[in-house]
């Protein structure tokens, strides 16, 4: 039998590198699809989330408005923390958890700290003329309605600190 020289095949031809080149982009186009509506879906407003009348507007069904949970309504509550010093590490926007101490003058330091409000939302730090007082700082915390309550009480009752997030 004669003896042949080795085939050598070079790529395939045009053909193949044009289906090749095809392929890819479709898939580059897939991927590109599904990333663009997995973020769209992620941001997208649930049905919960429609109230009264933008709900009609947006054209949620009756049952589904009925099981939204309203949203707790958020409000400003001065707070005065014992320690100015540590007000004044504070910025706009910070995230603080406020713990009420036992105050020494009310009779009650047995009992331990406890967090009234976790991880509010620092809205002012009123500069130190705006304070007279020596007995600690004033810092304004958007907290939800109910919270504002137990802040109040707190403050009256007991000394206040904050933990920086």
Not at 39 to 61: I, W
Not at 85 to 98: C, E, N, P, S, Y
Not at 114 to 120: H, Q
Not at 127 to 141: E, I
Request: overall charge positive; hydrophobic content about 45%.
């Amino acid at each position: 039998m004669p003896e042949f020289a080795p085939l050598r095949v070079r790529g395939g031809g045009v053909r193949h590198r044009l289906r090749r080149a095809v392929r890819r982009r479709r898939r580059a186009v897939a991927t590109g699809l599904a990333v663009t509506a997995a973020a769209l879906a992620a941001s997208a407003p649930h049905a919960t989330e429609h109230t009264g009348a933008h709900a009609e507007a947006a054209g949620v069904p009756e049952r589904v408005r009925q099981r939204a949970v309203p949203q707790a309504e958020v409000v400003s509550a001065p707070v005065r923390i014992a320690d100015a010093a540590t007000v004044r590490l504070l910025r706009r926007g910070d995230r603080v958890d406020v713990i009420a101490s036992a105050n020494s003058s009310t009779g009650g330091g047995s009992s331990p700290a406890k967090v009234v409000a976790a991880g509010v939302r620092v809205v002012d730090v009123p500069g130190p003329g705006s304070s007279p007082s020596d007995d600690g700082a004033l810092v304004v915390l958007a907290v939800p309605r109910s919270a504002a309550a137990q802040l109040a009480g707190a403050g009256a009752t007991s000394r206040l600190a904050v933990t920086l997030w």
